[in-house]
């Protein structure tokens, strides 16, 4: 039985891998040729979504993009013992985009079975946890803090530091909390992640439940994300009654357990206190901090929130070792960054590589360009609060401290292209509209400043006393860096104040009726 491999990750879907696997079963059971179909993950490569590989004598050959109609030909061309077509990619690994990654987080993602605990165990799953067991507390604390894996999420918050705070609190409740808000314009890694390799995440938040012995785990999920949900709820199942969740884990001591929470779909929400005040049913307002959720988090008790990324980086290092994690990356910005390329850019994907590589090389070389063939002329970086890169600033490494020292952040990871047809003080526009409507409202540098922002930046595209309203928006940003509660109205200022630096004729010239292009 020849295994054809059709991902059901919701970027595949959204392209049309359903209709195709079901073509492929159709055509396979009409020409009798035994065939098992393999739903998993993406690889990452969405331009060549959906992207089917079949296990051939020589390893796995791919095809992309394929659409349903393409599936008697591919039959044809004998695709099933990895005949010529025209669709043919070749072995998956050696796509370029594919073969210049170093997948620590994703290795599996794209090739296993994501509900398959088996296939999960038979590459490498569990093995982290087997290894933490015997570490113990102590051990997977110093581990993870001698691994110098920072928070995913945002801020770079190194974990170690986090999680041995959580484990000191004394407290006989304490909670693991799952941010996967993921609300970070073109960004998707932590929902390819939870549809594409749930149980890693499941094993990462187990490890850090045994770390500072919690017993809780929540997931807190996007509610735009219904695939990722449910493939979270039927691994969490599938582990539970294969007794790697509940009262007792694996037949030993430790008992772990992990509920999903579905968000109602508000950015700020994302926000680590926010997000737990949600968590309790109540409106998501951003906390006041100290307390800081590792003292006094859901429910009042210690609490370890991490991202995605963060947990799912765990279960490597615990089976390679701080050491081997440590050693990819620059300066303190250690280990792998699972990068996502969206926007208009031609490869818009996953690539997961060692800190340090450049933007240059990320979006040209790698992400190929614009889509559209015109000329890039700026990247948002680290989401709707991070920074517009300009062409000049390309030779930029993805490290935490560098992209700090150029008024930037790294964020989430995501990259959003822009051409030249993009008008930027449109887009300065758009970051305050987007503080002012996802703003909690708590406090008033956010709450005020960012409707003053829209409307300062609307004179100045209408030319009204240009210099002076340009001088507001720099007093306001100021006021909203130094005086918000949180960093939705505290980095507000990046993406506008970075169009004002480096794009200063867009805020000149009359409006040039060009669109502006949200980055969502
Ligand atoms: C407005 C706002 C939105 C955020 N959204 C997210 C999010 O969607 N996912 C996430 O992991 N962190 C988000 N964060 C960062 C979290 O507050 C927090 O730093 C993170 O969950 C900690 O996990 P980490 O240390 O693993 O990164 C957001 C922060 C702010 C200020
Ligand atoms: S900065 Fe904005 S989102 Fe953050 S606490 Fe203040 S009002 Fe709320």
């Not at 992207?51 to 044809?76: C, H, K, Q, W």
């Not at 990895?82 to 073969?99: N, V």
């Not at 210099?467 to 960093?487: I, P, Q, R, W, Y």
Request: proline share 6%; net charge neutral; charged share 20%.
């Amino acid at each position: 039985m020849t295994r054809v491999f059709v991902p059901r990750d919701s970027g595949a879907l959204a392209v049309g891998a359903e209709p195709v696997a079901r073509a492929i079963a159709r055509e396979a059971e009409a020409r009798n040729i035994p065939v098992e179909i393999v739903r998993t993950g993406s690889r990452g490569l969405y331009w060549l979504e959906p992207m089917i590989e079949v296990e051939t004598g020589a390893g796995r050959i791919a095809y992309g993009p394929v659409a349903a109609a393409d599936v008697a030909s591919l039959f044809d061309a004998g695709f099933v013992g990895g005949g010529t077509h025209a669709k043919r990619l070749g072995p998956p690994e050696r796509i370029p985009f594919l073969a210049r990654q170093t997948r620590l987080t994703f290795a599996r993602c794209g090739i296993t079975d994501p509900l398959s605990l088996d296939d999960y165990r038979a590459h490498g799953g569990y093995r982290g946890l087997e290894h933490a067991l015997t570490l113990g507390p102590g051990g997977i604390v110093d581990t993870v803090t001698k691994s110098g894996l920072r928070g995913r999420g945002g801020a770079g918050f190194p974990t170690g530091i986090k999680w041995k705070t959580v484990a000191d609190a004394a407290s006989l409740q304490k909670y693991i909390v799952c941010n996967a808000d993921e609300g970070d314009s073109g960004t998707f890694a932590d929902r390819m992640v939870m549809e594409g390799d749930p149980f890693m995440l499941i094993e990462g938040m187990t490890i850090a439940g045994l770390a500072v012995r919690a017993t809780q785990g929540f997931v807190y999920i996007r509610s735009e994300y219904p695939h990722a949900v449910a493939t979270m709820e039927a691994a969490i199942a599938i582990a539970r009654r294969a007794g790697m969740l509940g009262k007792v884990i694996g037949g030993g001591p430790l008992a772990f357990d992990i509920e999903v929470r579905v968000g109602a779909g508000a950015y700020v929400c994302g926000e680590e206190t926010s997000l737990l005040e949600s968590l309790e049913g109540k409106r998501g307002v951003v906390r006041a901090k100290p307390p800081l959720p590792a003292h006094k988090g859901l429910f009042g008790k210690p609490t370890v929130i991490n991202n995605v990324l963060s947990f799912a980086a765990i279960p490597f290092i615990l089976i390679e070792g701080a050491q081997a994690y440590a050693e990819f990356g620059m300066g303190k910005s250690r280990g792998t960054m699972p990068i996502q390329l969206a926007g208009n850019v031609k490869h818009g994907g996953l690539f997961e590589t060692p800190f340090g590589i450049t933007l240059g090389e990320l979006v040209d070389d790698i992400g190929g360009g614009t889509v559209s063939g015109r000329p890039v002329k700026a990247v948002q970086v680290g989401g709707p609060l991070g920074a517009y890169f300009p062409r000049a600033l390309f030779d930029t490494p993805f490290d935490y401290e560098t992209f700090a020292k150029r008024d930037g952040l790294i964020g989430h990871g995501g990259i959003v292209v822009f051409d030249d047809t993009v008008d930027m003080a449109k887009q300065a526009r758009f970051a305050f509209e987007f503080c002012a409507h996802e703003s909690c409202g708590k406090c008033t540098p956010c709450r005020i400043g960012a409707t003053r922002g829209v409307e300062t930046v609307e004179r100045i595209i209408a030319g009204d006393r240009r210099a002076e309203n340009l001088a507001v928006v720099e007093d306001l940003c100021h006021t909203m860096k130094f005086g918000s509660l949180c960093a939705l109205g505290g980095f507000t200022p990046y993406p506008v104040m970075s169009a004002l630096t480096h794009f200063p004729d867009d805020f000149q010239a009359p409006p040039k009726g060009t669109h502006v292009q949200a980055a969502e």
